[in-house]
């Protein structure tokens, strides 16, 4: 067996990666089925696919196109925002998926040394990329306890000592029920990050974007050097895809949104065996949150157990900065898939509230 010399501490210091680990849970549970990565069961509209499979042998497929993105596709994205988000005063920066998105932006913004604020339950892949890039104190705020929204006490009181940035993650932006409308905010401290992933389908293909400030004097030119050292560009075919699905507005979306609706009163059904009050989320996005029973501290061990023996994956909330609490996704699966998965989890949690992990 080879030896290696010294590894770098950010690297050895960062968490791995919790959706290796359901990875590696889902291939060794036999026949588990998942409730546990952020993903939707469509795939991207079959006119938009239909239109990419002619551009396989066009030359400027396979040749590196412009950093910031394609100079059509960044236009069209510049003018869905301020029609969609009214976000008037943003540019574009289209990236490989909005993870890179968001390392872009902490390469850009955050020394190594300094301080960040999350909120608890946070993106976990967030949480890494501070970890990775030296950060050294992320500060984990409270968020409320009925809601999980964020403490703007909070950030008021510790601002001072902290990046005076905001990043909002509006991925999501389709994803609201129950009559909710989603809003963004823009400034010359704010940038929005979005994703063609969840809306379109395109998780595999990596696409996302940043909308930052247009009037910060230096922002887009520091951008682009992290840019330029991690993908140079995001795929050209993915761009093109994201284009064509684009120009179909979000009338294509929000048709297929409205269908999880059922997916959510489903798994929220399977979640009563905690309690009335134990479950959280589901006014947008694809996500519920739960709390276990207070001995199950170790949510991690839950999540084993409820994959072996009941054949059904979730997030355990420790790895989202909650200890004793499990992230559920219900966009995943077609209804009748989401029926059956649902019946296991509500199985499982039954046993556990009764009996236990025997």
């Not at 499979?53 to 236009?75: C, M």
């Not at 001072?160 to 905001?166: A, E, I, K, L, R």
């Not at 979640?271 to 949510?299: H, N, Q």
Request: proline content about 5%; hydrophobic content about 40%.
């Amino acid at each position: 067996m080879g030896t290696y010399g010294k590894l770098a501490r950010r690297a050895l210091e960062t968490e791995m990666p919790v959706m290796v680990q359901i990875q590696e849970l889902v291939r060794g549970a036999k026949n588990a089925v998942s409730l546990a990565q952020g993903v939707v069961y469509w795939q991207p509209p079959k006119r938009a696919l239909d239109r990419v499979k002619e551009l396989v042998w066009e030359p400027s497929i396979s040749r590196y196109g412009a950093d910031e993105g394609l100079p059509e596709l960044r236009d069209a994205l510049i003018e869905k925002l301020r029609k969609e988000n009214n976000l008037q005063k943003s540019s574009v920066m289209v990236t490989a998926g909005a993870n890179q998105a968001f390392v872009n932006l902490v390469l850009t913004l955050c020394d190594a040394g300094d301080s960040v604020v999350m909120f608890a339950p946070y993106y976990f892949n967030a949480y890494m990329s501070f970890q990775m890039t030296g950060i050294t104190n992320i500060l984990v705020g409270p968020g409320n306890p009925k809601t999980l929204y964020p403490d703007a006490v909070y950030v008021l009181n510790v601002l001072p000592n902290v990046h005076s940035w905001g990043k909002f993650g509006s991925h999501f932006r389709y994803f609201m029920y129950d009559g909710l409308k989603h809003s963004c905010l823009e400034g010359n401290h704010v940038v929005n990050i979005f994703s063609f992933s969840k809306a379109y389908g395109m998780m595999g293909w990596r696409v996302g974007y940043i909308a930052y400030p247009s009037e910060v004097e230096g922002f887009a030119a520091q951008l682009l050097k992290v840019q330029d050292n991690i993908p140079i560009c995001a795929s050209i075919i993915s761009q093109h895809l994201a284009l064509y699905s684009l120009e179909l507005g979000p009338e294509w979306v929000t048709e297929r949104v409205k269908d999880l609706v059922q997916n959510r009163e489903i798994v929220l059904e399977a979640l009563s065996p905690l309690g009335e009050d134990a479950v959280k989320g589901g006014e947008g996005a694809i996500y519920l949150w739960a709390k276990l029973p207070d001995k199950y501290v170790d949510d991690f061990k839950v999540v084993r157990w409820l994959a072996h023996r009941h054949g059904v994956v979730v997030i355990p909330g420790s790895a989202c900065g909650c200890p004793g609490n499990v992230r559920i996704s219900f966009g995943g699966l077609i209804e009748s898939d989401c029926k059956a998965a649902a019946e296991r989890l509500s199985r499982g949690l039954e046993e556990l509230v009764r009996d236990g992990m025997e």
